[in-house]
């Protein structure tokens, strides 16, 4: 199968005689419009809170009679027109009474939005949807595939001389290193006034990534896609203002990939920059020559590295020389211009060990040519061992510098650089100021998946998806949780605590990571087979009253939430606002507080346990102190609960054989096993969802199987529980308590979960 193939699309058919190909037969989330026969779009099925179709929906639903609209021209036509009979619109069974189709006139290409009449205009080159001289039916394809063998060379670029192996690629902004797509504007949703489209992005050489985003109108659709061609990728578009031209021009071929611990500070105001970072501990350190021309605009960046190389874990002093020479007289120094991309230092930490040990192959190969045309400055730093990252996080002076830190690897990398960073003394500026984002490397990614990088629910998390994700720079409040073990032990967590059955599938299948994500399976069926259980206690803090545990009816309303999470629709407004301020909001300044973590509902609530597990993280008095409350951003949170609920917790407890426990912050444990379809990265809660040992071998394959969908939580022998805080106590021996995936000692776990504590790069 050549490239193409695999990963670029076939040219759309734009014959309206015959249904058009899908626009990619792999890895694409396809939606089109349906042309239906029905006449009344606005035909209601039964209304609930989530009215937004899924993806899943989507692509069950609308299989037949497809037109396809590529690109959408509308232009506004004195005709206004009501439903005609000739129009195509959604199938009515997955329609809610707010959710409007747009309508397709399929003879006179038209288009009716809010009973206005557009023209509707067929391309998929998005370019020309801004073209004012464009006005003839886009029949013609101009479009990835040809785009792609047209482009320059670069993105990618692989040597394999360990000099320059990692030299920056040619970032031509003229070039089609990148296409983006309007590829769909599927649907309204009257009530909330949300506009649905899909959107495709294809780096060079890379696979065509399709997603569904939700903006207001089509103003604002035309808005965002313009800004992630002008903001966030580094395209020369003739869209672009000239603001928004010196952005890019500020910011082209800035991004160096260095395999050693050598922070790049390429200020964007200033066209020389160079920056030497001493204490590079324990590094193999390659010297990297990079020499990038771009002659389109009159850039030349010369990124002369050179790094000391010493194996015996010494101390070494890297030079990073970065020269910007500027020659065009358009690319002022003064960036004015808000996008999301400016100023952006991302350091990435990179782990050649998760996983396949593919790391290094997938960077180069699916994140590189993303991340160097984007608005961003980044640093690789190849984890060379356990702990590399944690230690990182936890000493490095110039942390400050970063806007977002990224863990590409498993969950793992994210964990340790979550705790390196919990171990600062400004660990509470830290996690305010930057952001994290996981690329997908290991074997479960659930934090890349639940952040939405996932192109297809049950399919592994994307690295293209996520680099896109770490482009764009949108995030969201994150909840972590404070594990404590005996004596002081602490650890942040934000995945999630497991002990028996789910514990020891992690765990007990350590030596069968060869076999990369089958050894779930492999480690689920053993479980099956024996279906060991376990005494223990678990006490736990929830809301009072019927919350404490969900019914069967507020499951079935919950669940539709995880298709939510997974398509994670993201509106353009919300964040408009944020991300520009958020640099400015967040200014890095190291503020060295030694604050102590705070644990209000441990001090209050499990005091006596707190005392005797954590005596250095207890107050000793066990009130509650408001003031103490870690909950770092309530402007983002969803849930300011502590100052609501805390006078209605209830403590519950229970000793009994557990098959399997796991508490969860977010709603994925790996690609295809999802926890708590409930949970949610900032709904500041925990999800605790357990199975007594009550019940058959069958019952219990049945629950694995479910859980791949997360649909074992109807089964009636699954409690889940939505909780702030709870207390677990192995009693039987032979099993594991696993914190993020780590096995940590096996003995009494107390738990608090802090709201929006940190921030999360999600799409
Ligand atoms: N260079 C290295 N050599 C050995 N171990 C490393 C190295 N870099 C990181 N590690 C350790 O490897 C552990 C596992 O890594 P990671 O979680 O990234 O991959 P994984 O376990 O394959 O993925 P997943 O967590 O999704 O199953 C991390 O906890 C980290 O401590």
């Known amino acids: 199968m050549t490239e193409e193939e695999q990963g670029v699309p076939a040219v759309l058919n734009r014959d309206e005689d015959k249904p058009p190909p899908s626009i990619n037969d792999q890895d694409v989330n396809h939606s089109s419009l349906k042309n239906n026969s029905h006449d009344s779009p606005n035909e209601s099925i039964p209304h609930n809170d989530h009215s937004i179709l899924s993806n899943h929906q989507l692509e069950s639903n609308l299989e037949e009679n497809l037109i396809e609209i590529s690109c959408v021209k509308m232009i506004p036509n004195s005709a206004s027109s009501s439903s005609s009979s000739n129009t195509n619109n959604f199938n009515s069974t997955v329609q809610s009474k707010n959710f409007i189709p747009i309508q397709l006139e399929r003879n006179s290409h038209s288009l009716i939005y809010r009973n206005q009449k557009f023209q509707a205009e067929l391309d998929v080159d998005f370019l020309k949807l801004f073209g004012s001289s464009h006005t003839g039916r886009g029949s013609s394809h101009t479009g990835s595939s040809s785009s792609s063998s047209s482009n320059s060379s670069g993105s990618g670029t692989h040597s394999n001389s360990n000099n320059n192996r990692f030299k920056s690629s040619t970032t031509h902004p003229s070039a089609a290193v990148l296409t983006i797509a309007l590829e769909h504007v599927f649907a309204i949703h009257q009530k909330h006034s949300l506009m649905f489209s899909v959107f495709t992005f294809q780096p060079k050489d890379s696979k065509k990534i399709v997603y569904h985003f939700e903006t207001s109108s089509i103003e604002e659709t035309c808005e965002w896609i313009h800004s992630l061609r002008c903001n966030t990728f580094k395209l020369h578009d003739p869209t672009c203002s000239m603001n928004d031209v010196n952005t890019i021009n500020n910011n082209t071929l800035s991004n160096t990939y260095n395999d050693i611990h050598t922070p790049i500070n390429n200020n964007n105001t200033n066209n020389t920059n160079t920056n030497n970072t001493t204490n590079n501990t324990n590094t193999t350190n390659t010297g990297n020559t990079n020499n990038n021309t771009n002659d389109n605009n009159n850039n030349t960046n010369n990124n002369n590295n050179t790094n000391n190389t010493n194996n015996n874990n010494t101390n070494n002093n890297n030079t990073n020389t970065n020269n910007n020479t500027n020659n065009n007289n358009n690319n002022t120094t003064n960036n004015t211009t808000t996008s999301f991309g400016s100023h952006r230092q991302v350091l990435i930490f990179l782990n050649p060990f998760s996983g396949k040990k593919q790391g290094l192959k997938l960077f180069e190969k699916h994140v590189k040519p993303i991340l160097d045309v984007s608005h961003l400055s980044y640093v690789v730093i190849k984890t060379e061992r356990a702990h590399h990252a944690l230690e990182y996080c936890a000493t490095a002076q110039d942390l400050s510098q970063y806007t977002d830190i990224i863990g590409m690897g498993g969950d793992g990398i994210i964990f340790e650089i979550i705790n390196g960073i919990g171990k600062r003394l400004d660990w509470k500026q830290v996690f305010q100021s930057i952001r994290i984002g996981h690329i997908p490397g290991g074997t479960s990614n659930a934090l890349a998946v639940s952040a939405g990088s996932q192109l297809k629910s049950g399919k592994p998390a994307s690295p293209e998806m996520a680099a896109f994700i770490v482009a764009r720079g949108f995030y969201q409040p994150m909840d972590l949780e404070s594990c404590f073990q005996a004596p ?276």
């Open 488 to 763: 002081n032990k602490h650890y942040l967590s934000f995945l999630s605590i497991t002990w028996s059955a789910i514990a020891d599938v992690d765990i007990g299948t350590e030596n069968m990571r060869w076999l990369g994500g089958a050894r779930n399976t492999v480690g689920a069926l053993k479980q099956i087979l024996t279906k060991k259980s376990y005494r223990g206690k678990l006490k736990y803090l929830h809301p009072s009253g019927e919350e404490s545990s969900f019914t069967t009816s507020q499951r079935s309303n919950s669940v539709p939430n995880i298709k939510l999470n997974q398509q994670r629709y993201s509106s353009y407004n919300n964040y408009k606002k944020k991300n520009n301020n958020y640099k400015k909001n967040n200014d890095h300044h190291t503020c060295m507080t030694n604050e102590k973590i705070q644990c209000p509902l441990l001090e209050q609530y499990f005091h006596q346990d707190f005392k005797a597990i954590a005596p250095d993280y207890c107050n000793g008095n066990g009130l509650v102190n408001e003031q103490n409350m870690v909950n770092m951003d309530t402007t983002n949170s969803t849930v300011n609960h502590e100052n609501s609920i805390s006078s209605s917790l209830t403590l519950t407890e229970i000793e009994d054989k557990f098959s399997l426990f796991v508490a969860a912050n977010i709603s994925h444990l790996s690609y295809d096993f999802i926890a708590s379809p409930m949970a949610h990265h900032h709904d500041g809660y925990i999800d605790l969802v357990y199975v007594k040992d009550n019940i058959s071998r069958g019952d219990f394959l049945n629950i694995f199987l479910a859980a791949e969908k997360g649909d074992h939580v109807f089964d009636k022998a699954v409690d889940v529980s939505k909780v702030k805080a709870f207390k677990l106590s192995p009693i039987d021996t032979g099993s594991y308590v696993v914190v993020d995936g780590e096995a940590v000692d096996y003995g009494d776990i107390l738990v608090e979960v802090h709201p929006s504590m940190c921030n999360l790069l999600t799409l």
